[in-house]
T-cell receptor
Framework: EAGVAQSPRYKIIEKRQSVAFWCNPISGHATLYWYQQILGQGPKLLIQFQNNGVVDDSQLPKDRFSAERLKGVDSTLKIQPAKLEDSAVYLC??????????????FGEGSWLTVV | RKEVEQDPGPFNVPEGATVAFNCTYSNSASQSFFWYRQDCRKEPKLLMSVYSSGNEDGRFTAQLNRASQYISLLIRDSKLSDSATYLCVVNDRARFGAGTRLTVKP
């Protein structure tokens, strides 16, 4: 079974530029997550989708970050304009259903962003 | 207060040692918990679930203490290959702890 797919794997941009990351979850997984992981820290939830609806975006810096999952399958996370502190790994994850039901969260390999 | 708190370590232990990590959570209504393992520059991967009755998988034991709102992970007979960062997650809220770094030395 194919895992969570993410692209690009690596990206280097200058501050104030924009960047977009794409994620395709495990087939049949209704719940999709985007996490930001800064070196030495745990994954920080940015946004959680259930199908094409937002469940939780309380930690998403909405002035510069946006995400969508229009058809309830793949998703895009955008940063515009990027800041130096956005340098991190952006991890996409998916689960069969909501976590409260004990559904395991599966991660992609991540998209590594360096802002210079 | 953070929703999920972990001692970041690092924990440096010799091979064969027993080591335990704790993770506290703030929301008493939380129901679902897991432990993940993350190797350097890799994505987190599921290690084991945490049940109220405790859960054992070989050298690993996970426990939940609802009264004190913490979960624990015990690793017995540590191996060099256990060196990694261990993350707890409150699955209901998809919130991860900061991770505890373990290094097992020869």
């Amino acid at each position: 079974e194919a895992g969570v797919a993410q692209s690009p794997r690596y990206k280097i941009i200058e501050k104030r530029q924009s960047v977009a990351f794409w994620c395709n979850p495990i087939s049949g997984h209704a719940t999709l997550y985007w996490y930001q992981q800064i070196l030495g820290q745990g994954p920080k939830l940015l946004i959680q989708f259930q199908n094409n609806g937002v469940v939780d975006d309380s930690q998403l810096p909405k002035d510069r970050f946006s995400a969508e999952r229009l058809k309830g399958v793949d998703s895009t996370l955008k940063i515009q304009p990027a800041k130096l502190e956005d340098s991190a790994v952006y991890l996409c994850a998916s689960s069969l259903g909501l976590g409260a039901n004990g559904n395991t969260i599966y991660f992609g390999e991540g998209s590594w962003l360096t802002v210079v | 207060r953070k929703e999920v708190e972990q001692d970041p370590g690092p924990f440096n232990v010799p091979e064969g040692a027993t080591v335990a990590f704790n993770c506290t959570y703030s929301n008493s209504a939380s129901q679902s918990f897991f432990w993940y393992r993350q190797d350097c520059r890799k994505e987190p991967k599921l290690l084991m679930s945490v049940y109220s009755s405790g859960n054992e998988d070989g050298r690993f034991t996970a426990q939940l203490n609802r009264a004190s709102q913490y979960i624990s992970l015990l690793i017995r007979d540590s191996k060099l290959s256990d060196s990694a960062t261990y993350l707890c997650v409150v699955n209901d809220r998809a919130r991860f702890g900061a991770g505890t770094r373990l290094t097992v030395k020869p």
